[in-house]
């Protein structure tokens, strides 16, 4: 049990160590957390992509396709990241209302490291929230289609 404990503390070390990403950093144990997962694969593999910054929206497709404008679909002013879509798009407001009405009553930050369950200092309830409402969100803007 100490080995494998030991163990688990260097691949954490490793995996840190010259990586910037919040998802790596802010990790205190190997392995999956049992909220980055959802019953439909659909919103598994999205979730995964945007955690990841690996996804199709245009501000990812652009650095490889120079014929791709990197602006949002759908405000058409900032360039189109996870971060602007699920948090900054003006064309959303109404559909993030439930989103930060949870952040605002349970003082949470309107991060996308909160946002995208990769902050372990959350309770699991709450991080199952979070991903029920951000599903709820992929949803019903249907920006799940284009990730």
């Given at each position: 049990?100490q080995?494998?404990?030991?163990?688990?503390?260097?691949?954490?070390?490793?995996?840190?160590?010259?990586?910037d990403?919040?998802?790596?950093?802010?990790?205190?144990?190997?392995?999956?957390?049992?909220?980055?997962?959802?019953?439909?694969?659909?919103?598994?593999?999205?979730?995964?992509?945007?955690?990841?910054?690996?996804n199709?929206?245009?501000?990812?497709?652009?650095?490889?396709?120079?014929?791709?404008?990197?602006?949002?679909?759908?405000?058409?002013r900032?360039?189109?990241?996870?971060?602007?879509?699920?948090?900054?798009?003006?064309?959303?407001?109404?559909?993030?209302?439930?989103?930060?009405?949870?952040?605002?009553?349970h003082?949470?930050?309107?991060?996308?490291?909160?946002?995208?369950?990769?902050?372990?200092?959350?309770?699991?309830?709450?991080?199952?929230?979070?991903?029920?409402?951000?599903?709820?969100?992929?949803?019903?803007?249907?920006?799940?289609?284009?990730?």
């Amino acid at each position: 049990m100490q080995l494998k404990k030991y163990l688990e503390k260097k691949i954490l070390e490793e995996l840190k160590r010259g990586n910037d990403k919040p998802n790596l950093q802010l990790r205190t144990k190997t392995g999956l957390h049992n909220w980055h997962n959802c019953k439909a694969r659909k919103f598994t593999r999205t979730l995964f992509r945007l955690r990841t910054g690996h996804n199709r929206l245009n501000g990812h497709l652009s650095r490889f396709n120079k014929s791709i404008n990197p602006n949002c679909q759908d405000c058409h002013r900032d360039e189109e990241t996870a971060e602007h879509v699920l948090l900054q798009c003006k064309s959303w407001i109404p559909e993030r209302g439930e989103i930060n009405h949870y952040f605002h009553t349970h003082n949470i930050q309107p991060e996308l490291t909160n946002l995208l369950g990769l902050n372990p200092s959350f309770p699991s309830k709450t991080q199952f929230n979070i991903t029920r409402l951000l599903v709820k969100y992929l949803r019903n803007t249907r920006i799940i289609y284009r990730i």
